[in-house]
């Protein structure tokens, strides 16, 4: 039997550069769930802060929606806001009108 182990270490606080950070602007939302709400989903998942405000900053660029929804009704403020390191990105949310 075979063990599967990860190629990769998840690496922590990485900093992107500005092509990478507007990549994050061209999630492919599962079924079910809003585009928007992935990308930002993913954005605050794999961005420091930094990078996600440079990404919110291009995502209100291109209209899209900073209150989207996860398929529970709930936005990315809401949920960031029960996390213990989230209060920077809710400010960031918030201060974009999310």
Do not use: C, W
């Amino acid at each position: 039997m075979s063990t599967l182990k990860k190629d990769k270490q998840k690496v922590l606080g990485e900093v992107f550069d500005s092509a990478r950070v507007a990549e994050f602007l061209t999630a492919q939302a599962p079924a079910g769930t809003d585009v928007d709400f992935h990308a930002l989903e993913r954005a605050y998942r794999g961005m420091n802060i930094d990078n996600f405000v440079e990404f919110l900053e291009l995502f209100s660029a291109a209209g899209r929606n900073l209150k989207a929804t996860n398929p529970e009704g709930r936005t990315l403020a809401q949920i960031a806001a029960e996390h213990a390191f989230g209060s920077d990105y809710v400010a960031a949310l918030q201060q974009r009108g999310g």
